[in-house]
């Protein structure tokens, strides 16, 4: 867990300003401990891409939503993904291989 005060001292280019806005977004979701913010790994991660995008490539805050729901919809995508490839692991060598043949003549229509 990170505090704000340790969030802008761990990147410089980090603002309070930049931080609050992008509460008030919901682009990043702290919790609040004690009556400060306080930010999970995956939101100081956000935070210092929230910065690039909008410091160095000059995205606006509309265009920043709507890269970062784009980003959020891959990682699901690659989660969902993850979990059908290790269901499918699972299932007897008969299965697998009746699947493997599927994508194999999908892929070849």
């Known amino acids: 867990m990170t505090t704000l005060d340790e969030l802008l001292r761990a ?3 980090l603002t309070e300003i930049h931080v609050e806005r992008w ?6 979701r702290p919790s609040a401990e004690s009556g400060s913010w306080v930010f999970e790994p ?5 935070a210092c891409l929230l910065v690039d995008l909008s410091e160095d490539m000059g995205f606006d805050e509309d265009a920043i939503e709507t890269v970062v729901g784009l980003l959020d919809q891959v990682h699901t995508l690659r989660r969902q993904l993850d979990r059908l490839g290790r269901a499918i692991g699972r299932q007897p060598v008969a299965v697998r291989e009746a699947i493997a043949a599927a994508l194999k003549e999908i892929d070849e229509s």
């Open 23 to 28: 509460v008030e977004r919901g682009l990043l």
């Open 42 to 46: 995956v939101d100081v991660a956000r």
């Open 11 to 13: 990147h410089a280019r």
